[in-house]
């Protein structure tokens, strides 16, 4: 992944965003995460991997995650395909 492209694709957040914050905030826990532009609040999707991002900067690791946006999208959409068919359907008003 470039630094340039988005981790939290729900809220637009990316790389170099994550990395600066980590930096600069040095978060204590991955929750804390969520304080870079709600990074990881929408479908969270994006969780195990600020939290992957966080063990890496923990570790002393410049976080990086080698994975495509091509491929990290597509499984994206297929998480939100499925999360989306898990949910219970409306109550029919007839």
């Keep these: 992944m470039k630094p340039d492209d988005h981790v939290c694709l729900c ?13 600069r905030e040095q978060p204590k826990v991955p929750s804390q995460l969520s304080e870079c532009l709600g990074a990881g609040t929408g479908c969270h999707w994006c969780v195990p991997f600020l939290e992957k991002l966080h063990r890496q900067a923990q ?7 080698a994975v495509s946006p091509e ?17 219970p359907s409306a109550p029919d008003k007839s």
């Design 11 to 23: 809220f637009h957040v990316s790389l170099r965003k994550l990395r600066a914050f980590i930096k």
């Design 59 to 65: 570790a002393g690791a410049e976080p990086d995650l």
């Design 71 to 87: 491929s990290y999208a597509k499984r994206r959409a297929a998480y939100r395909e499925k999360k989306e068919g898990d949910q």
